[in-house]
């Protein structure tokens, strides 16, 4: 399974912006979509942006407009971003990035990876 690393998380208030980050190795596999999810305390995990591989990007309702998802494909690593602006409170949550992994060769499906999940918190 690919291991994604997370970072950029933090506590800011509210209108401000946070940039985050999630890095995967490509040594060994391949990296398709790319996506962020984030989950409030007590709510379920809901989708926030995706990435294809070539830069397609979509967005939910609610973040349309205030944040890009952007992808850095470089040589053996693949570097997916969420830079979130005008941040509201109702942004707080834990932000994961989630890869959809394939076979080097084959191109086969390995399943998703999930990212440990940063926290982006937003005061009023």
């Known amino acids: 399974q690919v291991q994604l690393v997370e970072s950029g998380g933090g506590l800011v208030q509210a209108g401000e912006s946070l940039r985050l980050s999630c890095s995967a190795s490509?040594?060994?596999?391949?990296?398709?979509?790319m996506v962020w999810y984030s989950q409030a305390p007590g709510k379920q995990r809901t989708l926030v942006a995706t990435i294809t591989v070539d830069g397609q990007s979509t967005y939910a309702d609610s973040v349309r407009g205030r944040f890009t998802i952007s992808r850095d494909n470089a040589k053996n690593t693949v570097t997916v971003h969420l830079q979130m602006n005008n941040l509201e409170p109702e942004d707080a949550a834990v932000y994961y990035c989630?890869?959809?992994?394939?076979?080097?060769?084959?191109?086969?499906?390995?399943?998703?990876?999930w990212g440990q999940g940063t926290q982006g918190a937003v005061s009023s």
């Open positions: 490509t040594r060994v596999f391949r990296i398709n979509d």
């Open positions: 989630w890869a959809d992994a394939r076979s080097q060769t084959s191109g086969g499906s390995l399943g998703g990876s």
